[in-house]
């Protein structure tokens, strides 16, 4: 078993903290391995000379990160690093905060308690209109569970920590906060993200690359100025269709072009004769596809082939990777300023931080900083600032990783319960982050599955439903009678939802 | 002189506060008219058996507000009630917050101590790039008082009451705010909006009707997206820079028509063909001009003309007007909604406000409905709670007051302190809200005018600033020798400065 040595200084910060920080570095540095054993509570309490609840909020802080996991009367074992996501510490570099700026204990251990009434929708879809009201069977019990791939859990978001951190922004001497900021985001939070990308995604820029929008559409909008109209772009189908639907509002020309179990189809390219792509290469929606590194060296090669070309990296679920190591953006790999990377908070923090980023190639830079210039940042300063202190303070890598292990104990039930289902249904999307796919092994239509689902309370999605709305295939994939594939997200859903769900749709499907 | 009949009532609300209450209440009512003499506070005091600093209290809250103003030695007198800005009370309708949460009395009494650092730009322009640096003149001191026409004052910004009412709002009770909200915005907020416009400026419309987005830029964009590409809209000019540019970074076809002193000449529409147009009919930018009703009946009438003519009304500065009756929106006379009524908070509260709305004619309501539904809402909804409790519990009319009369007492000083000046120069701008203009009756470039201001320290703004840079008459502007105009913002200066800057222009202007 592992020997704690550590020095526990008085005063300053708290006790729990020290021993927290301590193991988690330990963790991080390779010192203590997978598997390892911890020292009881008991045991560290009394070689620490601390009181025992000291050490159980640490361990506590470390389970709900992921770092330790508790198996029951062996004690306390450290986690695979490899799944862990972490930041850079940035906190020296940049601003080491006034101790007493920390929130009380209460406020950072008993906030994923806070509760979200049931069924409460907040996904990144909702209010979007991205989902039709599910086709009713004959009698319509009213819904019981919905198992939308686009709704997150909110209990776990630390209202306490935002609101504490809110608190001390709102402070007279920040009343400068009330002014204009730069049109590309204040450059604080610009250097916090682009030290946040490099950190988890390999993300290699500039603050002055980063433009800061009040969500992806308004940058979307943005992007359309700077790329000129009338550009001939592709997406993958079925894709994210809010995205397909906002480019398709542009004066743009958008092709759909076929995936397989690699994503996109780089061949099809060259022949649909577009100049720009939109993808989502870490992790596709809704197929939940990786893009390996060869396909990706395939798309950057046929983006090198051409000045106007470019590739818009959707990574806007990237956080929430369940196996192996996190993938790298594809952003990490391009060497000729071929990829512009968006990123939002919306998923990783809450649906009403309406904040997004994009890194702009430094000649697409140029070109903004030439012609776009006067359009102003649509985000407040204050809202700025409370997500650059959230993330720099090593909030958000907390959060992270405590929603980490919260979906990743949904995915893991949720495939456990679909068990029984594997004879009639391939189920795949292990890489999918928020929902998996059940594709039916027998002849029976997508329509029939939502249908019979809606029968007995319970919303499932089908896949057309993530289909271009003026593709053939979107009807024809809603009726034909092969490989029909829906759409189960977990992601706001209780252990109890998930059962019951999984329960009734056993009774109609199995 | 006037005789008090105010029932006190004990507990609940404050004593001040219902003295303050009931005498705006009386004002308004027109049971006190302009020119009526207020008992003293001592004689109140003792009237009502409180102590004469809760009297004091409510009437400095009078006078902050321009109910009531102080002649020295005579007394309190009741101000002319035309000038005042009067929102219906819309607490008893939506809902009646619990007066504990009104804020203390310190809060709403001494914010306007609250300053901001000296020269600290806040205006609406601030971070566009509006203004180029000036031209710099030989020797070139540090700037002592920039006379820019954006800047606003926001030492009178009521911190107090914005933490106040953000710290109520981020309880765990409202977590759901985190959650995404409605495409155009929360309806409460729309609703207290839509009675705010309509009572401030005549504007007709349903809440529904209503976008809320991040600033004028979104939704400007939302609007091409609605009206189409390949649009041909007319401006004035010189106009206000920023719209132009951003109207120029759109498939649009932007063209700048002539003015008159009654604003847009109309009959130039037909000849540039055009089917849109963007203009500031309560108060142009930068000539202050007021368009009179019968040439917005001429406007009108020219957009009925067509079914796809319309006109975008910027009502952007329309709370500060200092002299008559405030003048209603150009809407408030459209019968065949034909008017795209757009207002933002940005001036009349503060720049970091990113908040801006816009009123659809119901054709192009539905047309939004139907085509844009799935461009989510830009704005956070706890900010959108925020102002909505701003102006619904009567903090903003209290604001819009305080500033209305801040400002007006800098504009009083600014024309006194350039009485000299008005044998060499016409002064003109009396609606133009935080800035005057000042044109030269002499032979003199305006290149020269604001040369010879940047060499004692002073930057003044040349009205060549405010025109289309495609614009011919640009170039031309800043270097004939004839009605060389400048424009001198007051809105963030102080007594001193405004003094001081004048007295530095008079060394080289006269």
């Given at each position: 078993m592992y020997e704690m040595t550590i020095r526990l200084q008085a005063g300053g910060i708290r006790l729990y903290e020290q021993i927290y920080e301590h193991i988690k570095k330990e963790i991080r540095d390779g010192k203590l391995l997978a598997g390892e054993r911890l020292p009881s509570t008991r045991s560290l309490a009394e070689y620490l000379q601390v009181a025992r609840s000291t050490v159980d909020y640490a361990y506590g802080q470390l389970l709900d990160e992921g770092y330790i996991e508790a198996k029951p009367c062996k004690g306390y074992f450290v986690c695979p690093m490899e799944e862990l996501i972490q930041l850079e510490d940035t906190r020296d570099i940049i601003n080491v905060p006034d101790?007493?700026?920390?929130?009380?204990i209460d406020n950072v251990l008993s906030?994923?308690?806070?509760?979200?009434?049931?069924?409460?929708?907040?996904?990144?879809?909702?209010?979007?209109?991205?989902v039709p009201a599910p086709v009713q069977g004959s009698h319509s019990p009213s819904l019981i569970c919905d198992f939308s791939p686009h709704d997150i859990d909110m209990?776990?978001?630390p209202f306490g920590v935002w609101k504490k951190i809110t608190k001390n922004i709102l402070t007279d001497a920040n009343s400068d906060l009330f002014s204009r900021g730069e049109p590309q985001g204040d450059y604080e939070l610009r250097l916090t993200i682009s030290r946040y990308i490099h950190s988890s995604r390999g993300v290699n820029c500039r603050p002055e690359q980063i433009v800061v929008g009040a969500g992806n559409d308004y940058l979307l909008l943005l992007l359309e100025k700077l790329l000129g109209g009338q550009v001939r772009i592709a997406m993958e189908n079925p894709t994210y269709l809010r995205s397909w639907r906002i480019l398709k509002s542009f004066s743009y020309h958008v092709v759909t072009v076929d995936a397989d179990e690699n994503g996109?189809?780089?061949?099809?390219l060259e022949k649909e004769n577009v100049s720009a792509v939109y993808c989502?290469?870490?992790?596709?929606?809704?197929?939940?596809t990786v893009m390996p590194i060869g396909r990706r060296l395939e798309l950057l090669k046929w983006a090198d082939k051409g000045a106007d070309r470019y590739i818009i990296e959707d990574?806007?679920?990237?956080?929430?990777?369940?196996?192996?190591k996190p993938i790298p953006a594809l952003q990490a790999t391009d060497?000729?300023?071929r990829v512009i990377y968006i990123g939002s908070f919306s998923k990783a923090i809450a649906p009403a931080i309406r904040i997004s980023f994009m890194v702009l190639p430094e000649i697409l830079l140029e070109k903004y900083l030439r012609e776009?210039?006067?359009?102003?940042?649509?985000?407040?300063r204050i809202d700025q600032s409370i997500l650059n202190e959230f993330i720099r303070d090593g909030y958000f890598e907390r959060h992270l990783n405590r929603m980490r292990k919260i979906y990743r104990a949904k995915h893991e039930l949720l495939l456990e319960e679909l068990r029984p289902f594997r004879k009639k249904f391939a189920v795949t999307g292990?890489?999918?982050?928020l929902h998996l796919l059940l594709k039916a092994r027998?002849?029976?239509?997508e329509e029939r599955l939502v249908m019979s689902a809606a029968d007995v309370g319970v919303r499932v999605y089908g896949?057309?439903?993530?289909?271009?709305?003026?593709?053939?295939h979107r009807q024809e994939r809603r009726t034909q009678?092969?490989?029909?594939t829906v759409l189960l997200g977990f992601?706001?859903?209780k252990t109890e939802q998930i059962q019951e769900g999984v329960r009734r749709l056993k009774e109609v499907w199995l």
């Open positions: 101790k007493k700026d920390v929130p009380d906030i994923h308690n806070v509760g979200m009434a049931d069924g409460k929708k907040s996904g990144r879809e909702q209010g979007g209109g991205e209990s776990g978001f996109m189809k780089v061949g099809q989502m290469p870490s992790h596709q929606f809704p197929s939940g990574d806007y679920d990237s956080e929430f990777r369940y196996h192996g060497e000729h300023g776009l210039f006067f359009y102003s940042c649509t985000v407040s292990e890489n999918a982050g027998e002849d029976i239509t896949l057309s439903e993530s289909m271009a709305e003026t593709s053939m009678t092969e490989s029909a992601g706001a859903l």
